[in-house]
């Protein structure tokens, strides 16, 4: 299967790469004809590194055909590319959040449904083999009864930089991908959130979020999202989620702790993270899946839900108080 990168405008962009070209079966090829000012040859080189050929147009990488596509450009060209993925008839991956705009994310889960492909939304934990049976004992009502209340943590250095979204960006919408999938896809009916930007510095990316979410059904979900100057280990190698019933609760670790002590070394303290690379199984499911015609993962709906939450988090943050979602459109 043909399979591109498109953009290393993202950061793991070089990752997805080296994972796809040792697939078999996967025959990859590089696209980065935006490249960067600061580094217009990045894409370029990594293709030269793995061996791998290189597209050096979208319109070049789109008349190959191929059958799948990795979207890892900024958040402003992503409908684009998700919309001509589709056009050609590739299974789309595409980097969160989908869109800076409900209308965009919309627009690119309606092209994929019209061109009859898959999008998919990219949330490793949520293709986690312990993820899918701490998900199926909580819907089976017998691990913890019926769940009330969800706790998430998803915390990552401050860099001092500007990340897409800040603190409401990538780290809470794969939180809330899990809730989403736990909920089995029930809309929320109400966000509210608080947040800050004391270490980032810039008002529009926030670098600290607590998001408390209500669902018609009466769960209600609290996920901290925010920077830190000195993150938990735990918290930076993967999401942690409790998961509360009326009868017990779970807890799901995506990368749980195997060895920890003090480091002589670095005078602090050491973690040992175990489990597998998440990012290699969810590529692995991606492209099992597109080649079995399934789905895998969280799809673009989900990805849409994920983003009216985040959107009604910034408006709360803004406002200062709930703000209550309106049933979805279509």
């Not at 059958?67 to 969160?96: D, Y």
């Not at 998919?120 to 004992?137: E, I, L, Q």
């Not at 199984?281 to 080649?291: D, R, S, W």
Request: some cysteine.
């Amino acid at each position: 299967m043909k399979v591109a990168v498109l953009s290393f405008a993202h950061e793991r962009a070089a990752t997805y790469a080296r994972l796809l070209r040792d697939m078999p079966g996967v025959d990859l090829v590089i696209a980065d004809p935006d490249g960067s000012p600061d580094d217009p040859d990045r894409g370029h080189a990594v293709a030269r590194q793995l061996d791998t050929p290189y597209a050096g147009s979208w319109d070049e990488v789109f008349a190959l055909r191929p059958g799948a596509v990795v979207v890892t450009s900024g958040i402003g060209r992503r409908r684009e590319l998700v919309e001509r993925a589709a056009g050609a008839g590739a299974h789309v991956l595409c980097e969160q959040p989908l869109a800076a705009e409900e209308a965009d994310a919309l627009a690119m889960v309606r092209a994929c449904e019209d061109a009859g492909v898959r999008l998919t939304v990219v949330s490793p934990a949520c293709f986690s083999p312990a993820f899918a049976a701490v998900r199926d004992g909580i819907a089976g009502g017998e691990a913890i009864g019926k769940l009330t209340t969800v706790h998430g943590a998803y915390n990552s250095p401050a860099t001092g930089g500007r990340e897409e979204g800040g603190a409401l960006g990538t780290s809470a919408a794969h939180l809330l991908d899990m809730v989403d999938a736990v909920l089995g896809g029930e809309p929320a009916e109400q966000v509210y959130a608080q947040a800050n930007s004391l270490l980032g510095g810039e008002p529009g990316a926030p670098s600290a979020a607590v998001v408390t979410v209500r669902y018609p059904s009466g769960t209600v979900a609290s996920i901290d999202c925010s920077r830190s100057v000195a993150a938990h280990p735990s918290a930076v190698d993967g999401p942690m989620m409790s998961f509360i019933g009326d009868r017990a609760s779970v807890e799901f670790h995506a990368r749980p702790r195997l060895l920890g002590g003090f480091d002589a070394a670095t005078a602090g303290e050491r973690w040992e993270a175990g489990g597998t690379d998440l990012y290699a199984v969810m590529l692995g499911e991606f492209i099992a899946a597109v080649g079995e015609g399934r789905g895998a993962g969280p799809d673009g709906a989900a990805g849409l839900r994920t983003q009216r939450i985040i959107q009604a988090a910034r408006a709360s943050a803004e406002i200062g108080r709930p703000v209550d979602l309106a049933a979805p459109v279509g």
